[in-house]
């Protein structure tokens, strides 16, 4: 069997890229560090670090020994946890990602409470909305919203549903009219945002009849930033399709107006995930349950019940 301080040393050496770096954080000399890295490669059998005298990068054998490695550390530490009962007190380091709106609007103002209730839980948050792929990224908890299409190793709960709303400010309606059908959407200057990840346009979504149907809209801008359109919405720039939440604001100001309520597709849910694993670690386990005690909190974010009418 492989040491496991040999292994935690040479992790540590892949996420810093550099073996000077990882013997300060592990409280070791450099030369302890380098030996210690060089006898589990003698065990494997293979090189695992391209070096130089300015860098130290993975081969191919390291990167993939590398992924091996962090999922067997954090299972490890999950197992240690289990073991010596510290669920009363979870404690380390918790990487979440959240889509930038959801995260900015709906996530962040319950931090507070989270961090109160669980002091010894430091939080590594990335808002934004490229896809993750948890094991590959390190991720311990990432949310997501719409359906789940790659789920089979995930655990996921439903925290949430939201409405997708068709908004334009006053002044464009009372300068362009407002779309009282889908198929006029082509008249007017629609908003696009596009996919970060794949360079594609969301497609627009609403219900006719009882089925839901994609729109293709056209107009003169194009953002990879939900709240650039909602401002451009709120500019008179064209209407746009956004989450309630990410309207909610503007709406109750009366800066937006929301139209085609009739053609409203089905709610949108947002899912917390983890990755499924034999041992949860304890810090996941309590901001996940954390998040589901305030669905009602985030139902209530996600609603545009306190919109007021606007002449």
């Not at 006719?208 to 994609?214: H, K, Q």
Request: charged letters at 20%; one cysteine or more.
């Amino acid at each position: 069997m492989k040491s496991l301080s040999n292994i935690k040393t040479f992790v540590r050496v892949a996420e810093v890229e550099s073996f000077a770096r990882a013997s300060n954080i592990l409280g070791l000399s450099t030369s302890a560090v380098s030996k210690a890295v060089a006898r589990l490669e003698a065990d494997l059998g293979v090189k695992l670090f391209h070096r130089t005298t300015r860098s130290v990068s993975l081969t191919p054998d390291g990167k993939q020994f590398y992924e091996g490695c962090q999922q067997l550390l954090l299972e490890f530490d999950a197992l240690t946890a289990e073991v010596q009962g510290s669920r009363a007190t979870p404690r380390g380091q918790l990487t979440i990602s959240a889509p930038a709106a959801f995260g900015r609007l709906c996530l962040v103002p319950l931090l507070q409470s989270f961090m109160q209730s669980y002091p010894e839980i430091t939080l590594n948050i990335s808002i934004d909305d490229h896809a993750i792929d948890l094991a590959a990224q390190g991720i311990d908890i990432v949310i997501r919203t719409g359906q789940l299409a790659d789920s089979a190793n995930l655990i996921a709960s439903r925290l949430v549903t939201y409405r997708l709303v068709v908004c334009a400010s006053p002044h464009y309606l009372a300068e362009h009219g407002e779309p009282q059908h889908p198929e006029q959407l082509q008249r007017h200057s629609c908003l696009n945002f596009r996919n970060p990840d794949t360079g594609r346009f969301f497609p627009w979504v609403l219900e006719i009849d009882g089925a839901v149907e994609s729109y293709t809209v056209s107009g003169p801008l194009v953002f990879d930033n939900a709240d650039a359109v909602v401002r451009s919405s709120i500019s008179s720039l064209g209407l746009s399709q956004m989450p309630s939440f990410l309207a909610k604001e503007a709406v109750s100001r009366g800066q937006l107006v929301e139209v085609l309520n009739s053609y409203q597709p089905p709610e949108t849910p947002v899912w917390i995930c983890y990755l499924d694993r034999n041992f949860v670690s304890p810090r996941i386990r309590a901001f996940v349950e954390f998040m589901k005690s305030e669905k009602s909190h985030l139902s209530t974010m996600c609603s545009l019940a306190e919109r007021i009418a606007v002449s």
